[in-house]
């Protein structure tokens, strides 16, 4: 794809194809800008506007729904990364939008500091991240929007507005999961604390104990999660608590084999026969599930906390009331065993204590995530399709940035104040400059 320089940064042909990670959602937009300041980045919005053209920005594209796609202004936030400030009074620092969560963390290490939890994958930017409601697992500490303490971001008029608990605190409450529709995040606040060691303990176990001690699982450990394999009575958990020490790193070996051989190399392999061969997909799953071993590991928080993941899938995400995942996943076992369906990637679960964001799929309820995915290229449909129709039975809210069929009449009775989010839009974008199809359906027009 072609670019040339302008004053609002780097812009390209219109020729050029936009897709995401998961290569389920593509778009066409009339031009990319990837401005160079916050400055030139407000006047490519201010320009769109007189255009008559929307906007949108994209980080990564690791987002499964087209919540970034556009055919009008594609904003690129590439060139604003790096750590503007570090506070260590108030135990902040101070990121630029694009910057990579896999950057920040290890900014992050070498300074001393760490988020206090994240997710499981660290490719996004810390504003896509955050947007869409990336979260980790915790018992008693929440999703990475929830660590934000400050936001800046630059609205439909082109003016840049920063908010936090006592500035702007309406804003706040909703932009630091903004899904994109109330502006474009320029840089955002986090809390950070100092660096500390998490020994994570890894085992199989069999989904029927699981699901029998989920309560004590879950109490007796500062994170935990566990992977079901389809078609088994298999589980791979992981529990990970703050350590003392000394740090035990996983062996460079150990690492390569359990990370990259037998989770990326060898998982995509037996996924290519699965697509091929669907009939082989049990006796897959149950070697699969096999394959795993137990180990423990004491290491910084994100190379716990991350792993690589070179297989490229399609997801689907709900959370559900905590106190519900039980019966939600024997629901969800019932329906695979009796269903003629061949699931060939595990189903991932992870829990999140209540938050106070808008649009949080933690908002003022204590949640549990179950994430069903599907190798990309094969038929997702009625499995996703199923999957939904029992997790929206329980209320679940998905998650904005993977796949479901949710509109705004949905959201509108499972978040109690899904209204104030949609008048703050009212406020802040009126004439829907940062409109598009996924926000139309989403949060109505």
Not at 86 to 93: E, G, K, L, S, Y
Not at 125 to 152: F, K, N
Not at 393 to 405: D, I, L, N, S
Request: include cysteine.
């Amino acid at each position: 794809m072609s670019s040339t320089r302008t004053a609002s940064g780097r812009t390209s042909g219109r020729n050029g194809t936009w897709r995401n990670w998961g290569g389920n959602v593509s778009a066409r937009p009339a031009r990319e800008v990837t401005p160079a300041s916050v400055d030139e980045l407000a006047d490519a919005v201010r320009r769109a506007a007189e255009d008559g053209q929307r906007v949108k920005a994209v980080g990564t594209g690791h987002s499964f729904t087209s919540i970034a796609a556009t055919d009008g202004v594609l904003i690129r936030p590439q060139l604003l990364t790096g750590i503007r400030s570090i506070d260590r009074d108030a135990m902040t620092v101070t990121v630029e939008a694009g910057t990579p969560l896999k950057r920040l963390n290890m900014a992050l290490a070498r300074e001393g500091l760490s988020l206090t939890n994240m997710g499981d994958i660290m490719e996004q930017t810390v504003s896509g991240a955050t947007s869409t409601g990336t979260h980790g697992t915790g018992r008693d500490s929440a999703s990475i929007a929830a660590q934000i303490r400050g936001l800046e971001l630059v609205t439909a008029d082109g003016s840049v507005l920063t908010c936090s608990a006592d500035e702007n605190p309406e804003v706040f409450a909703a932009a630091r999961i903004g899904l994109g529709a109330l502006g474009v995040v320029t840089a955002i606040t986090f809390a950070v604390e100092p660096v500390f060691l998490l020994t994570a303990r890894e085992e199989p176990m069999p989904f029927d104990r699981v699901l029998a001690d989920f309560d004590a699982l879950w109490s007796e450990n500062e994170h935990f999660e566990f992977y079901w394999f389809p078609h088994t009575n298999s589980t791979n958990t992981k529990r990970n608590n703050r350590s003392a020490g000394p740090e035990r790193p996983v062996g460079r070996f150990q690492g390569w084999l359990d990370d990259e051989f037998l989770s990326n190399g060898l998982f995509q392999a037996v996924n290519w026969v699965g697509r091929a061969a669907p009939a082989t997909i049990p006796s897959i799953a149950r070697i699969s599930s096999r394959a795993l071993s137990a180990r423990t590991y004491t290491d910084t928080p994100y190379k716990v906390f991350t792993s690589p993941r070179r297989v490229r899938f399609v997801e689907m995400e709900y959370a559900v009331p905590r106190e519900a995942v039980v019966e939600v996943l024997r629901e969800l076992r019932t329906m695979v065993d009796r269903s003629r369906l061949r699931i060939s990637f595990p189903v991932e679960v992870r829990t999140a204590p209540a938050d106070d964001i808008t649009l949080s799929t933690a908002s003022a309820r204590d949640s549990a995530y179950i994430a069903v995915h599907m190798f990309r290229g094969t038929p997702y449909q009625a499995y996703f399709t199923a999957a939904e129709r029992i997790f929206t039975a329980h209320e679940g809210r998905p998650h904005w940035g993977k796949v479901h069929t949710r509109d705004a009449g949905y959201f509108s009775r499972v978040y109690p104040r899904f209204g104030e989010f949609t008048a703050l839009r009212d406020r802040l974008d009126p004439d829907r400059l940062f409109q598009n199809d996924y926000l139309r359906r989403v949060l109505g027009p």
